[in-house]
């Protein structure tokens, strides 16, 4: 059973352009989170999605940022126009979601990088 | 709101030496607790929780935290610290809105082992 998927592993992007994560939760997961964690920082919660919905984006940045976890696919984090300040690792997690306090699996991260 | 606090930027120990790493939390309800670790450049890999029990919990790689209802804390502890234990840890609570599996974490403790 293979873990929470994230690629890339680094993205590299000038000013201005779009960057797209991609996370593909573990089998069995229907609900994913996107975290941000600045250098020497913890982490931030971004959104959180189930299959199709979009449940809670209370730490999406108004503007540039979007999220989605299509039917079929995996979750995608969209940051359109990037600025420097969006260099930061963008982790994924997943869970069943049972509301039990089950323990959230994470990826390995995007490391974004706008130049 | 749930929320944790790491009033620690940074634990240094001998090692060999138990070590402890700090944690109180604000929570409205009952407390779901989470400690997380993370070494460089991964994400963030499960130690332990509390949801309900015992006070003492016992966790990944030897590691145990203390639920202290009393104090609000949940300290993460191991009695004989090892370099390979370097890295930098996470306390979590679980978010009660939505009764999902969301998580807030604390800003995170830098723990240096030294040989």
């Known amino acids: 059973n293979a873990g929470v998927m994230q690629n890339p592993r680094h993205l590299v992007r000038r000013r201005g352009q779009e960057a797209r994560l991609r996370c593909s939760p573990m089998?069995?997961?229907?609900?994913v989170y996107w975290y941000r964690q600045l250098p020497e920082e913890g982490l931030k919660f971004m959104v959180y999605l189930q299959k199709e919905n979009i449940i809670d984006e209370s730490g999406m940045p108004k503007e540039r940022f979007s999220a989605e976890f299509p039917k079929e696919g995996p979750s995608i984090l969209r940051i359109q126009q990037v600025v420097r300040g969006d260099s930061a690792a963008y982790f994924c997690?997943?869970?069943?979601?049972?509301?039990?306090?089950?323990?959230?699996?994470f990826g390995s991260g995007t490391q974004l990088s706008v130049l | 709101a749930q929320s944790v606090a790491q009033p620690e930027d940074q634990v240094n120990v001998a090692e060999g030496n138990p070590l402890t790493v700090k944690c109180t939390y604000s929570?409205?309800?009952?407390?779901?607790l989470f400690w997380y670790v993370q070494y460089p450049n991964r994400g963030l890999q499960f130690l332990l929780k509390y949801i309900t029990g015992d006070n003492l919990v016992k966790g990944s790689y030897g590691f145990e935290a203390e639920f202290n209802k009393s104090q609000t804390s949940f300290h993460l502890k191991k009695p004989s610290a090892l370099v390979s234990d370097s890295a930098l840890y996470f306390c979590a609570v679980r978010d009660g809105a939505y009764n999902t599996d969301k998580l807030i974490f604390g800003t995170g403790t830098r723990l240096q082992v030294f040989p």
């Open positions: 089998k069995g997961h229907s609900h």
């Open positions: 997690a997943s869970s069943p979601d049972t509301g039990r306090g089950e323990k959230l699996f």
């Open positions: 929570v409205s309800g009952n407390p779901y």
